[in-house]
């Protein structure tokens, strides 16, 4: 099965800044819309924790070749409805409701635990790497693992899925990711907090989340029909860092001879005669 997770960004403060009965009609106002997105995608709604919503696919109903996607699916539609929730309706400029969200596919345990107000769970690791993949999410992105990108994949060709890259998840090691879908100007981040951007056709060949490496992805079939998956990573540290001193040092010297016109042996000398007559 695949399981969701979502919270929202800033919820400490948005708190700390309203009424709880503020809090709790906004908290409504969202849930309503989570509630209605997941009965059109048939996600099983599993629990509320504070401002985290939680559902999964592929529980009551038999959805073996389209958890993945439903979640998918699901996730993008949660996100666009979220940016449609004001966080105050009584003061539209504290602005809109933002959502970080993560899933992973794998398999879980049904029980119901205690005796006393007993209630339904499900437990295993798949719920708390599906718990890191949202933690480590960004605003307004999807974030999932390497397991439930390789489903969606075949469950869904045309669903756009891009290599994060590989993140130190804690209780897991480290883990390659992937952001599914794309921001809303149509583009593609290779970290969402930078300004890099590469345009949805270079699907293929996109840069991870780290400045020193880069990656080519690619699901999907060869021309002769036969299946495909490249994951090669071109670790480029030393070039990366040479090419950015290099460019530095430069510019620098550009700058320089510029401003001053007097060659850069004669400053030297300069400045060797200024320090020995301070002696």
Request: with cysteine; proline share 3%.
């Amino acid at each position: 099965m695949t399981v969701f997770f979502s919270d929202i960004v800033r919820f400490t403060d948005i708190s700390r800044e309203m009424s709880p009965v503020k809090v709790c009609k906004l908290l409504d106002r969202l849930y309503q819309a989570f509630d209605n997105l997941s009965n059109k995608h048939e996600v099983f709604k599993m629990e509320t924790i504070g401002d985290a919503w939680v559902g999964v696919t592929n529980l009551e109903n038999d959805q073996n070749d389209t958890h993945v996607k439903r979640i998918a699916e699901f996730a993008i539609d949660a996100v666009a409805a979220a940016s449609e929730v004001l966080i105050d309706e009584d003061d539209p400029v504290k602005g809109y409701v933002a959502i970080r969200v993560g899933f992973h596919s794998g398999p879980v345990v049904s029980n119901v635990i205690g005796s006393l107000n007993p209630r339904f769970g499900l437990f295993g690791d798949t719920m708390n790497t599906a718990a890191r993949m949202e933690g480590l999410s960004v605003s307004g992105r999807i974030h999932c693992s390497a397991t439930a990108a390789k489903l969606l994949k075949e469950q869904a060709p045309e669903m756009s899925v891009y290599r994060r890259g590989k993140l130190a998840v804690k209780g897991k090691g480290n883990m390659v990711t992937y952001w599914v879908g794309a921001p809303k100007d149509g583009r593609v981040r290779s970290n969402p907090d930078d300004g890099r951007l590469r345009s949805n056709s270079d699907h293929g060949k996109v840069r991870s989340n780290s400045d020193d490496t880069t990656a080519d992805v690619d699901f999907g079939q060869s021309k002769s029909g036969g299946s495909i998956k490249k994951d090669k990573v071109k670790w480029t540290r030393q070039i990366v860092r040479k090419n950015k001193l290099e460019q530095a040092v430069d510019d620098t010297s550009s700058n320089r001879d510029k401003a001053d016109p007097v060659p850069a042996f004669l400053r030297k000398a300069q400045r060797l005669h200024d320090v020995t007559m301070s002696q």
